[in-house]
């Protein structure tokens, strides 16, 4: 009978496979997203989408909870004042799995697995706001084109220079 046999064992020992989940957890809520294999990012979902849940209640016994399984304290606080009020609002599928490439040494697939409710970044926050940018480049064009008409009535233009075959 195959009772018991639910999770993937990673060619791992158990003690191994748990210290590879507490490092890829420890990892995930410190960049919030990262590239990993799709077996390794599919077993790695529900220990964090627990953590995640773990985050939402902030008491203490949930943090002692959360300061068992993860490696760090500065992740546990993040965890806790970030990533937890952030997801709120959902009753869970706090994070999804994209698979991207097939690794070129082993031909393994791999997947980036990162929050749904991800925190915007330096750079995202201010692509989301082109059209303030541009109004002003059209006025920032005529300025210029101003420019170059006083610019080129003013100047001769410099005689072109011919090479000859000699």
């Not at 997947?111 to 991800?118: C, M, N, S, T, W």
């Not at 925190?119 to 995202?124: D, Q």
């Not at 084109?145 to 072109?160: C, F, I, L, R, V």
């Amino acid at each position: 009978m195959r009772h018991g046999k639910g999770l993937r064992n990673l060619s791992r020992t158990s003690s191994h496979r748990r210290a590879l989940l507490r490092n890829m957890a420890t990892s995930f809520f410190l960049v919030e997203s990262f590239e990993t294999t799709v077996p390794k990012a599919k077993e790695l979902r529900p220990v964090v989408e627990r953590l995640i849940t773990l985050g939402k209640n902030d008491t203490l016994a949930a943090r002692r909870q959360a300061y068992s399984y993860l490696l760090s304290k500065s992740v546990v606080a993040k965890l806790f004042t970030e990533i937890g009020p952030r997801c709120s609002t959902r009753n869970g599928g706090y994070t999804r799995i994209v698979r991207t490439r097939v690794r070129h040494g082993d031909a393994a697939d791999m997947a980036i697995i990162e929050l749904v409710d991800k925190a915007p970044t330096k750079g995202e926050s201010k692509a989301a706001e082109p059209k303030k940018a541009a109004k002003k480049a059209p006025a920032k064009k005529a300025a210029t084109k101003k420019a170059d008409d006083k610019a080129e009535s003013g100047k001769k233009a410099p005689a072109k220079k011919t090479a000859s075959k000699a």
